[in-house]
């Protein structure tokens, strides 16, 4: 289970069924990247000024 915060106005971005949600509960059935996921839920990867992985700070290539 991956959770992701969402800041500002990121959450209007997203799919459908997440849109303007500021806090998904994602389940992962494989290894993503975050670049990937955050694809996936609707939000082009370079919206986000800065990621956080575990309260530090990642890149686009960090494996979930």
């Given at each position: 289970?991956?959770?992701?915060?969402?800041?500002?106005?990121?959450?209007?971005?997203?799919?459908?069924?997440?849109?303007?949600?500021?806090?998904?509960?994602?389940?992962?059935?494989?290894?993503?990247?975050?670049?990937?996921?955050?694809?996936?839920?609707?939000?082009?990867?370079t919206e986000p000024g800065k990621?956080?992985?575990?309260?530090?700070?990642?890149?686009?290539?960090?494996?979930?």
């Amino acid at each position: 289970m991956a959770t992701f915060h969402f800041q500002g106005s990121l959450s209007q971005l997203l799919a459908r069924p997440w849109r303007n949600q500021r806090v998904i509960h994602y389940p992962l059935e494989r290894r993503t990247s975050i670049k990937d996921m955050l694809e996936a839920l609707g939000l082009p990867h370079t919206e986000p000024g800065k990621l956080l992985g575990n309260g530090e700070e990642i890149d686009y290539s960090y494996i979930l």
